[in-house]
């Protein structure tokens, strides 16, 4: 069969006996197809193309459909650097397409209540998480499938549940902790997944010390399920790092955390959004920001990582494939630039909302009326008769990032989410092919810290 395999093209007579045998065992057609046959390719082409092609069909049919997917190349794959998506239980099923230009699939959200019991919400979060595992499994390029647990919704019971070792209640909540734990555990057995992010959305300094210790007792424990397993590789252990300056900045410890967590994924992205701010501003500034508020910005956040960590390896910069528009919006915060404006509320709220990439290119807005804002590496389109801003990620505004990220030597790229792309995949395949390895020492920094 190897050989045949090898060889279809120009063997096209052992090709028609082996098709004529399988013709023959289905009960007749033979005849015909010896006339398509019969002779070799220089005497008979148009027979020749029609052996080769159904050759080719047969062979093909025999082996499964992830060989094709395998020839997609991700450079960051040479260096062991990481193109990474989170995956939303709710939205539209990801595509083999997809898939095979990513490292790690993270699925989100897992649940967790205030007794540490890890569980999947609702049967459509269990369907979506076995189809994005079945597909993962097919396409058979290392893809690390995760699930992340908490999200901006379900974050509340964290805090409680891993303070065992500096609280009055320690009885009780070393019980729930281990629970936690164990939970997880059963959770990788059941559902055979390859790690898990904790998607802690709003943790504060006095969770540091509890955050340092529960990964430490989590990544034994998961150790020795990956030994009783003869796994051949760990678990993935990575948690969420948030990008308010202020949240960030009370955070201790972060660089005895990746003694224990793989990575970390830096949100670095919602940094201005009608949600929260009457402010407008770019979805996710590289630089800059309005007065007030210079340190909303990708640079500070992983700037400040990696001085505090010194491991800039083991940080994975967010990107989000959206953008986000504010009605009734009014005068410029600065004079000189209309970027950073006010948007007054209606009724006491902010009028404006998210949209996707996707919808973008489909005609929501006039993506060629957009202006570049070269401080912030932003995108945005203001509509003055209309009192709206708009301002989104877009190609240009990415390739900064993806520029960005290397230079100052980033383990790799976390989107939120690839279902926001176009059907195209526009963006994705804009970070998945980017050559993002260097000759650099994994953890040089270019920062002055």
């Known amino acids: 069969m190897k050989f045949l395999r090898q060889h279809c093209s120009t063997l096209a007579f052992l090709c028609t006996v082996f098709v004529m045998a399988g013709l023959i065992a289905l009960g007749g057609t033979a005849i015909l197809f010896l006339f398509y046959g019969e002779t070799t390719g220089a005497q008979n082409p148009q027979g020749s193309r029609h052996l080769n092609f159904l050759c080719k069909t047969l062979f093909s049919e025999t082996q499964s459909s992830h060989v094709h997917l395998n020839s997609y190349v991700i450079p960051a794959v040479a260096c062991g650097k990481r193109i990474m998506s989170y995956q939303r239980g709710w939205e539209a099923p990801i595509e083999l397409r997809q898939l095979k ?26 369907a979506s998480l076995l189809d994005m595992k ?25 805090s409680s549940v891993i303070s065992e070792y500096f609280s009055a209640n320690f009885v009780e909540n070393i019980l729930i902790s281990r ?15 390859d790690g898990i992010d904790i998607y802690w959305i709003w943790p504060e300094g006095k969770d540091s010390d509890n955050i340092v210790e529960f990964l430490k007792e989590l990544r034994e424990r998961l150790t020795i399920l990956a030994q009783s397993e003869n796994r051949s590789n760990s678990y993935v252990i990575s948690m969420v790092i948030p990008r308010r300056p202020s949240l960030l900045e009370d ?3 972060l660089d005895e955390v990746l003694e224990y967590a793989d990575f970390l994924n830096v949100l670095t992205f919602d940094y201005f959004g009608p949600t929260w701010y009457p402010e407008t501003g770019p979805v996710a500034p590289l630089f800059s920001g309005a ?22 390896n083991q940080l994975n910069m967010a990107v989000e494939f959206v953008g986000r528009y504010w009605k009734n919006v009014k005068e410029r915060i600065e004079e000189s630039d209309d970027m950073w ?46 009192e709206t801003f708009v301002t989104f990620e877009g190609e240009r505004s990415l390739m900064e990032k993806m520029n960005y990220a290397k230079t100052n030597n980033f383990g790799g790229i976390i989107i939120w989410t690839v279902g926001s792309d176009d059907d195209e995949d526009t963006l994705l ?8 390895c260097t000759n650099e020492d994994k953890n040089y920094i270019r920062y002055e810290c």
């Not at 499994?137 to 901006?152: P, Y």
């Not at 909303?296 to 700037?303: G, L």
């Not at 395949?429 to 993002?436: A, D, G």
């Open 101 to 126: 230009k990513l490292t790690h699939l993270v699925f989100a959200f897992v649940s967790m209540n205030s007794n540490g019991d890890v569980s999947i919400s609702t049967n459509q979060m269990r």
């Open 134 to 158: 079945t597909k993962g499994r097919n396409v058979n390029n290392n893809l690390k499938i995760m699930v992340a647990i908490g999200g901006a919704g379900g974050s509340q019971h964290f």
């Open 179 to 193: 629970n936690f734990i164990e939970s997880i555990s059963s959770f990788f057995v059941i559902h055979q997944i």
């Open 251 to 253: 955070l201790k410890r």
């Open 291 to 312: 007065k007030g508020n210079e340190k909303c910005n990708v640079d500070y956040t992983m700037k400040y990582l990696t001085c505090q960590t010194k491991k800039p």
């Open 341 to 386: 404006r006010i948007s007054e509320p209606v009724n006491g709220t902010i009028q404006g909302e998210t949209f996707s990439w996707k919808t973008l290119e489909s005609g929501a807005f006039d993506k060629t009326s957009a202006v570049w804002h070269d401080a912030s590496k932003s995108y945005y389109i203001w509509i003055p008769e209309k």
């Open 429 to 436: 395949n804009l970070v998945s092919s980017y050559k993002f």
